[in-house]
């Protein structure tokens, strides 16, 4: 008695794909590694040096910004957090929205409120003015 023939598990969307998938895989792992430095680094800033978190306010912020470190520390780290969820929540619909059309649809949401964040949150760290009046 032999077994029987197993189908390959890929279709051929899958398989055209792999190349985007590969890159996708290792752009979570390299982001992750980034993401890790970067969130414990600002962590450690904000909650345990200089007086921790009480010394935390508009005018902590409004200094921070003026510095194009910090403001690159911080546009790095949303544009990763959000590239890096993104591409998670991207995974699961893939993995659990059976219809194609769904599928089309929940992407295109999650695709829209990605660029949305990310664009918004970079308007903000470079047009801040510490001086509202």
Avoid at 1 to 27: G, H, I, V
Avoid at 97 to 102: I, L, S, V
Avoid at 117 to 123: D, F, H, K, R, W
Wanted: overall charge positive; glycine content about 6%.
């Amino acid at each position: 008695m032999s077994a029987p023939a197993l189908q390959n598990p890929r279709t051929k969307r899958q398989l055209s794909r792999s190349n985007f998938e590969q890159y996708s895989w290792l752009f979570m792992r390299l982001s992750g590694v980034v993401l890790i430095v970067l969130v414990l680094g600002h962590l450690f800033i904000m909650t345990l040096l200089d007086g921790g978190v009480h010394r935390l306010n508009f005018a902590f912020v409004a200094g921070r910004w003026t510095s194009p470190f910090w403001q690159f520390w911080d546009l790095t780290m949303l544009w990763l957090a959000m590239l890096h969820g993104g591409n998670g929540v991207r995974t699961v619909i893939n993995d659990y929205a059976n219809k194609p059309r769904t599928r089309l649809i929940l992407q295109t949401l999650l695709a829209i409120a990605v660029i949305l964040i990310v664009a918004l949150g970079t308007l903000v760290i470079f047009t801040f003015d510490p001086n509202l009046t």
